[in-house]
């Protein structure tokens, strides 16, 4: 490619000015002007949001739009002028996780009517996208999503390469398999649908200040008080961190710190000059993900870019935005992205270079947004952390928090994008700086694993990858692992669990816990209640198993991912009462999980205690002695459904135990196990889980869990209102098991989850989460299912008669597979069948 002049770009002609001019659409509201005036910042508001940016302005957008006043959007810049400037402008649909492709969908329906509503053009054109597959994986990879994003509604098609020559004819497709047409997606000018959004928020009665930098967020007692900016102090209930790259250390500058996990790196494209011969405006978007690329029209020229093997990070501490926004190019950083852009578009080499820009991207260790109020201080939001997708992301997300603001929590589960998600390990700045440079490598690599939960991502990336979506090489460990969970004894290390002690002088403990908690906590010393803590909506916040340990001290166990969550909503609702304490004690136990019928030998011979059923009971908890080491906490439960018990353990014993539990056990058959194995048997035991199964918007009764709430104990509970009127009304979905039918675990596709689920040929539901069971030699597969809509389009409530008579089929990459579905679990028919088997296999061996 010859080079060219490579002159700066600039900003879109339509409102804005460069050289100590700006955007003027209502003087009062949108107060963009001259270097030598700027109009004073207000001295209070209800909301303050930082960062000019698309994210930034559609949260005001949004915000007006649910009737918010007094909103003041600040930018350190000028509008518009960060990441939201450089934005490669591509709108697409496909995205790893359903609620991403939701909040694309919103966005793409956003910015079409934009214009009309504004005036204001946003250089929307739908061109399609083509999502290009080199090998079988690839394709594979495609058709799951396929399938996800047409439960959506989301219009899409699985394609073949000559297909693709169609659309597009300078791709090569002859080392293509096949690729996956988006016909809605689109390109935009990202710009231009800030300013939009900009002129429309202005009209709504947003005010809009630049070049005012914040400073810092004022807390007092645990709530937003007022923001500091370097041109005055602004007194504010909510505020808004936008900031971008910039939203890490804004999150530092107070003396409250906010952990807003989430690092900057160099993204590059490139800009080339006209086509020799020019391709129509609606040529779709190529997205090569094996060869890290993507390119699209661009001023009858392409814009190319990717995302390379050895990213660079960015160090945003102490520069400000015009020192980002003019980062220097580096040709042999981006030589290996324009090699997969001549490979794939070898007839382009003679094209003219017009610029090669280096566009700063934020992103989060997980590859997803961050949303939501953050855990230590009320009233301040965090929208950032885009991971390359603000354009697609902005629209939905800014609607998303707007509704969060407004009512609580959005209209859509975000619990993936929550902010909470992360902790404290994930505020370092180091861990960051190699965790974003560790991501973006599979990102593109192995762009099927993001449709995984990200344990079982993260173990795949090691796994050959023409087995990645097929029966995979630990498939005997974990059978064995599984084996001796049901006939000896294994041992599950379980520390990350969260773990919590809510302590009180008198009742404040228990009332506290029998108000957000749905079962009776009123039980005896010693015993162990699984229970639910409910919204108001009757949903699960957290799932969770709490033990009596005295009259006012509690022990609350919850999934690790629950950590930040849990206690933050605990927190939430606790008075402010000096004689109630809470203490996050996960740093303190070690959690082993012994699992098997031989476990209660193990801790006999430790711990010189019968360990049988009579002498301790299901669902209790001692503090007992094993080997040398006094106060661990032994529980009856598994997390599983088989015998066994939790041993929580001081940590500076944990080392002991551990040793002294594989001595003496090595006459019992002990082995390690690990995390594969407790979800295949939690599966087919059909328990649910939260993060997978369970969600904010899942209810007990919904997920057959009714037995766990006790509508009659003395005290009213959080979210009970919510479950009588539902058990009034009616269910409208419900929590099933399936168990798939003529499939091959070893030649076909395995289930993950996420798959469409059909019952007499209609689309019913999805998958939450599978696994393949041992002991059925099946694959399960759990989930929800609705009936079809009611005469009118109203939902019908399900009934288990609905359940029982349908015919169900589960997608798995555009293949369905026949399944039964049940309301409990499979294990005792299909013990009962096996063993049937098994005696007719004998008679007729004893018979010849």
Known sequence: MAPGLLPRLLLPQMGFRLAGRGLWTSPQCLAVSGDSQLPPVPGQARVVICGGGIVGTSVAYHLAKLGWTDIVLLEQGRLGAGTTRLCAGILSMAKPISIESQMANYSSSLYQQLEEETG???????????????????????KRLATRLKVLGINCNIIKPKEIAKLHPLVNIHDLVGALHLPDDAVVSSPDVNHALAVAAARQGVQILDRTAVQQVVVEKGHVMAVETDRGSIECEYFVNCAGQWAYELGQASEVKVSVPLHGCEHFYLLTKPLQEPL??????????????????????LLSGGFEKNPKPIFTEGRNQLEIQNMQEDWDHFEPMLGALLRRMPHIETAEIHQLVNCPESFTPDMRCLMGETPGVSGYYVLAGMNSSGLAFAGGAGKYLAEWMTYGY???????????RFGNLQSSRTFLRHRVMEVMQPRVQTHSFEFLPYDFWRYLLSLDQSKTFYKPDWFDIVGAEVKCCKEAVCVIDMSSFTKFELTSTGDQALELLQYLCANDLDVPVGHIVHTGMLNERGGYENDCSVVRLSKNSFFIISPTDQQVHCWSWIKKHMPNDPHLHLED???????????????????????Y???????????????????????????????????GFML????????????????????????????????????????????????????????????????????NFLGREALLQQRQEGVFRRFVMLVLEDHDTELDLWPWWGEPVYRSGQLAGTTTSSAYSYTLERHVCLGFVSPPPGPEGLPMPITPDFINRGDYEVNIAGQRYPAKAKLYPFSSLFTQQKRRKEDMELSNLQGK
């Open 120 to 142: 204001v053009k946003t250089g929307y054109v739908k061109t399609g996208s083509l999502c290009l597959a080199q090998n079988q994986d690839r394709f594979i990879s495609l």
């Open 280 to 301: 129509a405006p609606n040529t779709p978007v190529i997205i090569d993900m094996d060869g890290r690329m993507y390119a699209r029209l661009w001023q009858g020229g």
């Open 410 to 420: 959005p209209s859509a589960n975000v619990w993936p994008l929550d902010i909470k």
């Open 585 to 607: 004690v996960s740093w303190k136990y070690t959690a082993l999980n012994l699992i098997g019928p031989r476990a209660m030998d193990v801790l006999a011979e430790l711990s």
């Open 609 to 643: 205690v019968s360990m049988t059923p009579e002498h301790f009971p299901s669902m209790f908890c001692k503090e007992m002695s094993v080997g040398y080491a006094n106060g661990i906490r032994v529980m009856s439960m598994t997390h599983t459904g088989e015998p």
């Open 648 to 715: 929580y353990i001081p940590i500076e014993y944990a080392l002991h135990v551990y040793n002294e539990v594989m001595s003496v056990g090595q006459k019992y058959g002990i082995r390690n196990s690990g995390y594969y194995a407790l979800r295949s048997l939690r599966i087919e035991k059909f328990f649910a889980f939260w993060g997978q199964d369970l969600d904010t918007f899942t209810t007990p009764l919904e997920c057959g869990r009714e037995f766990r709430v006790k509508f009659d104990k003395d005290t």
